[in-house]
């Protein structure tokens, strides 16, 4: 029964790894930055740790040299993967800048809320403290 678990949850590291793939082409291939695939990313950091603990286990237990390599060869590629995303889209918003909230004319702020992404609002930040816009002490 445990091998029945361990190749679900093997099927569903390649599967998230296959959409991860498709996620970072995706980003590559268009010049604006896409919808950030949240849930996918957190699945995506648990399973590259749920791995390195594999990997460390099999070292720890003297399992085949070749098969930890294995292992550790396809953990490599998915942080490769997953960084190579984080760059594209740091690329992205470095470049293009972000969109003000703010309207050009009054430099007031919009009526209409709106949400940011994690990653994008620390960028923003990040900017404007290197712009010396936000005192941080």
């Given at each position: 029964m445990?091998?029945?678990?361990?190749s679900g949850s093997t099927e569903d590291y390649e599967t998230d790894v296959k959409l991860l793939k498709s996620a970072w082409r995706q980003e590559k291939a268009t010049p604006e930055v896409l919808q950030f695939e949240s849930a996918l990313?957190?699945?995506?950091i648990e399973q590259i740790q749920?791995?390195?603990?594999t990997v460390e286990e099999f070292t720890e237990s003297g399992i085949d040299p070749l098969t930890v390599s294995l292992y550790q060869m396809d953990l490599d590629r998915t942080q490769f993967l997953l960084i190579s995303y984080y760059r594209?889209?740091?690329q992205k918003v470095q470049l293009t800048g972000f969109n003000s909230p703010y309207d050009s004319a009054s430099q007031r702020p919009l009526d209409e809320p709106?949400?940011?992404e994690p990653n994008v609002l620390y960028f923003?930040?990040?900017k404007?403290?290197?712009k010396f816009k936000i005192d941080l002490y």
């Amino acid at each position: 029964m445990d091998s029945g678990l361990e190749s679900g949850s093997t099927e569903d590291y390649e599967t998230d790894v296959k959409l991860l793939k498709s996620a970072w082409r995706q980003e590559k291939a268009t010049p604006e930055v896409l919808q950030f695939e949240s849930a996918l990313i957190r699945r995506i950091i648990e399973q590259i740790q749920l791995m390195e603990e594999t990997v460390e286990e099999f070292t720890e237990s003297g399992i085949d040299p070749l098969t930890v390599s294995l292992y550790q060869m396809d953990l490599d590629r998915t942080q490769f993967l997953l960084i190579s995303y984080y760059r594209i889209r740091l690329q992205k918003v470095q470049l293009t800048g972000f969109n003000s909230p703010y309207d050009s004319a009054s430099q007031r702020p919009l009526d209409e809320p709106f949400e940011m992404e994690p990653n994008v609002l620390y960028f923003v930040r990040y900017k404007a403290v290197k712009k010396f816009k936000i005192d941080l002490y």
